[in-house]
């Protein structure tokens, strides 16, 4: 069975600093990995996938998410965080057979002004 | 661009009443997914629809709920006899299965409340 861990409930960042959002995941085979946004009372946003290729992916936002296959990790990155950042994060991973998405419990970022 | 919709946006319902919710997926998007995320939690998978086609169900999906996708297009999901445990957001996604595009995309959700 496949399993995400979003190891942090919240995390806490002020607005112009680097923020991550840890992730890591477990999968049978090559995993396909995601991550999400989540604005209050709306659904979920996709923010960047890693399927293949360079462990770097940048996505929406000016987010990135870096694939370490050895720690089976995606954390979340940004360079400099926005106050407008502050929001929920989900992590999902699929393996290359199935088709549901396994989500992690999420992660909340407060970014601060 | 017309995303994923659904309706209704909020459902308030007594204990013991069917519900029944749609999802307008984005247009010619052959995958329709149902999840429920109950507060605090990420979505958990219910089922999906390749085409009309119900092809998964999560043992999450008890023979209360029921899915259908009849023409391929919309999809609705129906809950008998509701009980206070069903209380959620209940999300549907759409994907188009195509080369490389793996992301699924989602609605705004319909909240449930059971009294």
């Known amino acids: 069975a496949q399993s995400v861990a979003q190891p942090e409930d919240q995390v806490n960042v002020a607005e112009g600093n680097p923020l991550t959002v840890k992730c890591t995941y477990s999968v049978s085979g090559n995993p396909y990995l995601f991550w999400y946004v989540q604005y209050p009372n709306r659904g979920l946003q996709f923010l960047l996938k890693y399927i293949t290729g360079d462990n770097l992916v940048k996505g929406s936002y000016g987010f990135e998410a870096e694939f370490n296959k050895s720690q089976t990790s995606f954390h979340l990155k940004k360079p400099s965080a926005l106050v407008s950042d502050s929001a929920l994060y989900f992590c999902?991973?699929?393996?290359?057979?199935?088709?549901?998405?396994?989500f992690g419990g999420g992660t909340r970022l407060m970014v601060k002004p | 661009d017309t995303g994923v919709s659904q309706d209704p946006r909020h459902k308030i319902t007594k204990r013991g009443q069917n519900v029944t919710f749609r999802c307008d997926p984005i247009s010619e998007h052959n995958r329709l997914y149902w999840y429920r995320q109950t507060l605090g939690q990420g979505p958990e998978f219910l089922t999906y629809?390749?085409?009309?086609?119900?092809?998964?169900k999560s043992r999450l999906l008890s023979d209360r709920f029921s899915a259908e996708r009849p023409k391929g297009s919309f999809s609705t999901l129906e809950i008998q006899r509701t009980e206070q445990g069903d209380s959620a957001m209940y999300l549907c996604?759409?994907?188009?299965?195509?080369?490389?595009?793996?992301?699924?995309?989602f609605g705004p959700g319909t909240r449930l409340t059971v009294t």
């Open positions: 629809f390749q085409n009309e086609a119900q092809l998964e």
């Open positions: 999902a991973v699929r393996d290359n057979a199935g088709n549901m998405l396994t």
């Open positions: 996604a759409s994907q188009k299965v195509q080369g490389t595009i793996h992301e699924q995309y």
